[in-house]
C-alpha cells in the first residue's frame, strides 16, 4: 500500500506528493536500471541539489517501479485531496493511469470538488460520493468521543449536511461552553475549524470577507438580496472573488457555501464585534419574523425580554418543530423573569417532544424542574417528559412521572388530566401492562371534571377545543377498555381531508381519531387521516409526534396490501427515528419491516434474529413492541416451512391461560395461529386460545376480527363444522379490505375441500388466493397456493425450462441474481452494468418467461430446480 496526502502548501514544490509516495519504497528503487536510477533518487530527494529532471523520464521510472513491484506482489496506490497535489506530481499520476496495463498495480485517488483535477486522463472512472444518509450521519457522530447530545447534535447534523468531516470538526468544537458572550447563538463562537480553510479566505478581498460574514450568519434559506442589503453594497460583485476561489456558488437567488466547514470558518475567524453588527444588521432587512429574532437573540449581550418575547411569538408560527423548540429554548435562557422563563421552558418542552429528541427533551426537563413553576406548567412539563422516556422505550418511567404529576400537581381541571390521560393512554398502550390500563380510568375520571373558574391557558387551550377533547376522550377510552372503539368512532366527527394545513388542535384530533379507527378495524377512515397527517408531521419536523404514528400507519398499510408505500414509511421512518435516538419506535419498524420482508418471501437469519434494537430496552414493558417481532419472527419461519418455529413465536403471544400479549395485536394473530396448530398437530392448544380470544372480542368483534375468528374456529374447532365456518370467513365482502388475510383464508378453506374430496371447488378458492398473492407479491404464499393447486388436479403452468433457454446469457444471469432478491444497482456492481442496463434487460425478458413483475421470478426458477430434481 502506497499513500500520499496532497497539500496546498507544498505545490509550488515539485514531486512532493510523489516523494511522500515513493518513500517506503525507496529500497527497490536501487534495483531499477542505472537510467531510472538517476531519475527517481532526484526527483524524491528531500533536498533537491541538482536541476528538475525531464518530466517525461520520471513518468517512465515511476511505471517501471510500479510494474516492477507489481510482479512481486499486488500493489494499491491511494492519494487523498489530489488537487492540492503539485503539478508534476499529478503528471506522473496521469502518465500512470494512461499507460499502466499491469493487473497487479491499482490506483485510487480521491479529490474534493464536483470535478476532476485538471490533467487526470479524461477517461478516468471516477465515483461521487454524495453525503451521508442521516442514519448513518447520526451513527457516524455518535460514535466520535465527546460527541454532543439533545439540541446541539441535531444542528450539528443539520450543519454538517452528512460531511463526514465536517461532522468530526464540529463534533471537535462542540465541547462544554467556553464563551457565552452570545447566549443565543452559542455555535458562532466554537473556534477556528481548519487552518487550510483560513489560508484560503484570507486571501479574498476585504469586502468580499466582510460579506462572507453576513452570508454565513444568515439563514440557510434567506434570499440573496436580504444578505447583500444587509452587507451594505447593491454590487453583486462583492461575491465574485468568492465564486471565483470556489468557496460559495450564487444560485437560485441564495448564496450556497461549498463546505460546511467553510460557512463555519467564514463567521468564527471574524471578531465578536463584527459578528453582533452583522446579526443586527441582517435583522433590520429580513422579511421573516421568525429570522428577525433569531438574528437579535444571536446578537443579545445578555437577558433580553423584548428579544425573548419576539423569539417566543413567533415560535409556534415556524410551522417547523426544531424552530419553534430552538425559539421558545432560547426566549427561556434570555427572559430576566424566573415565572416567563418557566413559562417558556415548558413550551419548550412541547415543541421539543414534538420534534422528538428524547436527550433534548430530558435536557430541557431537567432545567425546569430546577424553577419553581404552576401546576399547570408542571403539567405540561411532565407530559412532554413522559412522551420522550416512551419513545426510548422506558413505559414505567413514562407512567410513573404521570402518576407522581396526578399525586402532586395536578388540580380538578378538565384540560390538564385530559392532557395527562392522553399521554398515560398512548404510554398503556405501548407498555400493555394490566396495571397501567387499570390506572387510566383515575386520570380519565379527573378529565371529566373541570371547576368553574378553571380556564385553560397556554399550550392547554389547544386542547379545550370541544372537538379535540372528544376525540382526546375517545382515545383514552379505547386505550383504557381495549374494546369499544367502533361505536366511538361512529360518535365523532372526523376532520376534513382538505388541502389546506392543520392547526395544531385539529393535527391532534387528527391523530386521535385515526388512532382510533385503527384500534376499530376500519382501515380506510385510519388510513385516510393518518396520511394526511402524515404529510404535515413530515413537512413540519414533528417526528416526536410522529413516532406514535409511524407503527400503526404501517401495520395497517400491511394488512391492507399497500406494501410498497409501508416499505417507503418504513424505511423513512426508520432513518428518523434512528437520528433521534427513538429507542422503541425504531425497534417497531424494525420488526414490521421484517415482517414486509417475510410476507414477501425475502426474509433472512438477521432479519429474524434479535437485532440489536430487539435487546436494546426491556420487552417486559414494551409488549406492543414485542409483538410486532415475535409475527415477525414467525412469519419468518412459515416462509422458511419451519411450522414448529412459526407456532411457538405466535403461541408467545398468548398467556398460558390463552391471555393476550397485546390485547390488540395479539387477537389478530388467531388465524395465523390456528393455521401453525394445524399444521404441527397442537389444534387442542389452539383452540383454547382460541376461546379466550372470543371472549375478550365480546359479543360484537370487529368485522375483521369476526372473518379471523371463523376462519381460526374453521381449523382447529373441533366441535364446529368447518364448511360453514370457512363460508362465514369469505362471505362478507369486506374482506376483501384485509388481502393477505383474506387469500389464507381461501387456501385453508382449499385445503379442507380438498381433502374433502371437493377439487373443483377447491381449485376455485385457490385460484383466487393466488391472484391475490401474485398481486401482493407475497412469493411464500404463492408458492404454497400452487402446490395446492397440482396437489388438486389442476394443469400444470407452461414449463419454465424452454422460457429461461429463450434468453440470452447474460438476461438469465440477471434474472437468476434478481429472482435471489438483488436490487439493480447490486446487479450491475457485480456484473459492470448501469441499474438502467440491467432493468432494460429484465423488461425485456418478462415477456419471454411469461411473468410480470420482479416478485415473480423467485417462484419460477424454484419451479425450475423442481423440474431438474
Not at 536500471?33 to 529532471?53: C, K, S, Y
Not at 465564486?243 to 468564527?268: K, M, N, Q
Request: charge should be negative; glycine fraction near 6%.
Amino acid at each position: 500500500m502506497l499513500s500520499a496526502i496532497g497539500w496546498a502548501v507544498e505545490r509550488a514544490h515539485p514531486y512532493a506528493c510523489l516523494r511522500q509516495l515513493l518513500m517506503p519504497v525507496r529500497h527497490e528503487i536501487s534495483a531499477l536500471p542505472q537510467a531510472n536510477r538517476d531519475i527517481l533518487e532526484p526527483a524524491i530527494a528531500p533536498v533537491r541539489t541538482l536541476p528538475p529532471p525531464d518530466p517525461l523520464a520520471v513518468q517512465g521510472a515511476v511505471l517501471t517501479l510500479l510494474q516492477r513491484l507489481g510482479i512481486q506482489r499486488p500493489v494499491v496506490v491511494t492519494v487523498d485531496d489530489v488537487q492540492d497535489c503539485d503539478r508534476p506530481s499529478l503528471d506522473v499520476l496521469g502518465s500512470v493511469l494512461r499507460h499502466l496495463t499491469d493487473d497487479g498495480v491499482s490506483l485510487l485517488l480521491a479529490a474534493r470538488g464536483d470535478l476532476a483535477p485538471p490533467g487526470l486522463p479524461t477517461e478516468l472512472p471516477y465515483v461521487r460520493l454524495a453525503p451521508l444518509a442521516p442514519q448513518a450521519a447520526a451513527d457516524f457522530l455518535d460514535q466520535q468521543p465527546g460527541a454532543p447530545k439533545g439540541r446541539r447534535r441535531l444542528e450539528l447534523l443539520e450543519e454538517a449536511q452528512g460531511n463526514p468531516l465536517a461532522l468530526l470538526e464540529l463534533c471537535r468544537l462542540a465541547q462544554p461552553d467556553t464563551d457565552l458572550a452570545f447566549p443565543g447563538h452559542r455555535s458562532l463562537l466554537s473556534p477556528y475549524p481548519r487552518p487550510d480553510t483560513e489560508v484560503e479566505l484570507a486571501a479574498l478581498p476585504t469586502a468580499t470577507q466582510h460579506a462572507l460574514l453576513y452570508a454565513a450568519l444568515a439563514a440557510p434559506d434567506e434570499p440573496l438580496a436580504t444578505v447583500t442589503t444587509a452587507v451594505g453594497t447593491p454590487d453583486l460583485g462583492v461575491w465574485a472573488p468568492a465564486e471565483a476561489a470556489g468557496v460559495i456558488t450564487v444560485a437560485d437567488r441564495r448564496i450556497w457555501f461549498r463546505h460546511p466547514l467553510v460557512r463555519r470558518a467564514a463567521r468564527a475567524r471574524q471578531p465578536a464585534q463584527l459578528r453582533r453588527a452583522a446579526c443586527l444588521g441582517l435583522s433590520r432587512v429580513t422579511g421573516s419574523p421568525v429570522y428577525r429574532a433569531q438574528y437579535q437573540a444571536a446578537a443579545a449581550l445578555g437577558p433580553d425580554e423584548s428579544v425573548a418575547a419576539a423569539l417566543e411569538e413567533t415560535a409556534w408560527g415556524t410551522q417547523n418543530a426544531v424552530t419553534a423548540a430552538t425559539a421558545l429554548e432560547q426566549a427561556a435562557q434570555l427572559s430576566p423573569d424566573g415565572a416567563a422563563r418557566a413559562r417558556r421552558l415548558a413550551e419548550a418542552l412541547a415543541a421539543a417532544h414534538l420534534v422528538g429528541d428524547p436527550d433534548w427533551v430530558g435536557d430541557l426537563y431537567r432545567q425546569f424542574t430546577q424553577g419553581a413553576a404552576d401546576a399547570e406548567l408542571t403539567c405540561l412539563a411532565a407530559a412532554a417528559m413522559s412522551g420522550a422516556l416512551s419513545l426510548a422505550s422506558f413505559q414505567q418511567e413514562a407512567f410513573d412521572l404521570l402518576l407522581d404529576v396526578r399525586e402532586h400537581a395536578l388540580p380538578a381541571d378538565g384540560p390538564l388530566a385530559l392532557a395527562l390521560a392522553s399521554v398515560a393512554a398512548a404510554v398503556a398502550d405501548q407498555s400493555a401492562l394490566p396495571h397501567h390500563r387499570s390506572q387510566l380510568a383515575a386520570l380519565f375520571a379527573r378529565s371529566d371534571s373541570r371547576s368553574a373558574s378553571a380556564v385553560a391557558t397556554g399550550a392547554l387551550t389547544r386542547l379545550d377545543e370541544p372537538a379535540v377533547r372528544s376525540a382526546l376522550r375517545a382515545f383514552v377510552s379505547v386505550a383504557a377498555a381495549a374494546h369499544g372503539a367502533g361505536q366511538l368512532l361512529r360518535r365523532l366527527e372526523f376532520p376534513h381531508l382538505g388541502a389546506l394545513p392543520d392547526a395544531p388542535e385539529r393535527l391532534v384530533r387528527r391523530l386521535a381519531v385515526a388512532w382510533i379507527a385503527y384500534q376499530a378495524d376500519e382501515a380506510d377512515t385510519c388510513l385516510r387521516q393518518y396520511r394526511k397527517a402524515d404529510t404535515q408531521l413530515r413537512a413540519r419536523k414533528a417526528l416526536g409526534l410522529r413516532g406514535w404514528s409511524l407503527a400503526p400507519m404501517a401495520d395497517t398499510l400491511l394488512a391492507t396490501g399497500w406494501w410498497a408505500e409501508a416499505e417507503t414509511l418504513l424505511a423513512e421512518g426508520s432513518d428518523a427515528a434512528a437520528v433521534l435516538g427513538q429507542t422503541r419506535v425504531h425497534a417497531d419498524l424494525d420488526a414490521l419491516a421484517a415482517t414486509l420482508a417475510a410476507l414477501r418471501g425475502r426474509s433472512t437469519p438477521e432479519l429474524t434474529a434479535t437485532g440489536p434494537n430487539w435487546c436494546a430496552f426491556d420487552l417486559a414493558e414494551n409488549r406492543a413492541t414485542h409483538a410486532r417481532m415475535l409475527r415477525a419472527r414467525a412469519l419468518a419461519a412459515a416462509a422458511q416451512g419451519d411450522w414448529a418455529r412459526t407456532f411457538r413465536q405466535l403461541r408467545a403471544l398468548f398467556d398460558t391461560d390463552g391471555s393476550p400479549l397485546h390485547p390488540f395485536l395479539s387477537p389478530r394473530t388467531i388465524a395465523e395461529l390456528a393455521t401453525a396448530a394445524q399444521r404441527i398437530g397442537r389444534e387442542e392448544e389452539a383452540a383454547q386460545v382460541l376461546a379466550q380470544v372470543r371472549t375478550q372480542q365480546g359479543e360484537r368483534p370487529t368485522p375483521r376480527m369476526t372473518l379471523l375468528l371463523h376462519h381460526a374456529t374453521a381449523v382447529v374447532d373441533r366441535a364446529a363444522d368447518p364448511e360453514e365456518h370457512f363460508q362465514l370467513a369469505l362471505v362478507n365482502p369486506e374482506g376483501e379490505r384485509w388481502p393477505w388475510e383474506r387469500a389464507r383464508a381461501r387456501l385453508s378453506y382449499a385445503v379442507w375441500l380438498r381433502r374433502s374430496r371437493q377439487p373443483l371447488q377447491a381449485r376455485e378458492q385457490l385460484t383466487a388466493a393466488l391472484e391475490i398473492a401474485e398481486r401482493l407479491g407475497a412469493a411464500p404464499l404463492a408458492a404454497t397456493v400452487r402446490a395446492e393447486l397440482r396437489a388438486s388436479g389442476a394443469a400444470a403452468d407452461t414449463e419454465p425450462d424452454g422460457a429461461l433457454e429463450g434468453l440470452t446469457a447474460q438476461q438469465r444471469q440477471i434474472v437468476e441474481m434478481a429472482a435471489d432478491g438483488l436490487s439493480n444497482r447490486e446487479i450491475g456492481e457485480q456484473l459492470f452494468l448501469s441499474p438502467r442496463t440491467v432493468g432494460t434487460h429484465l423488461y425485456n425478458s418478462y415477456p419471454k418467461l411469461g411473468v410480470s413483475r420482479r416478485h415473480q421470478l423467485r417462484d419460477l426458477l424454484a419451479a425450475t430446480d423442481r423440474g431438474a430434481d
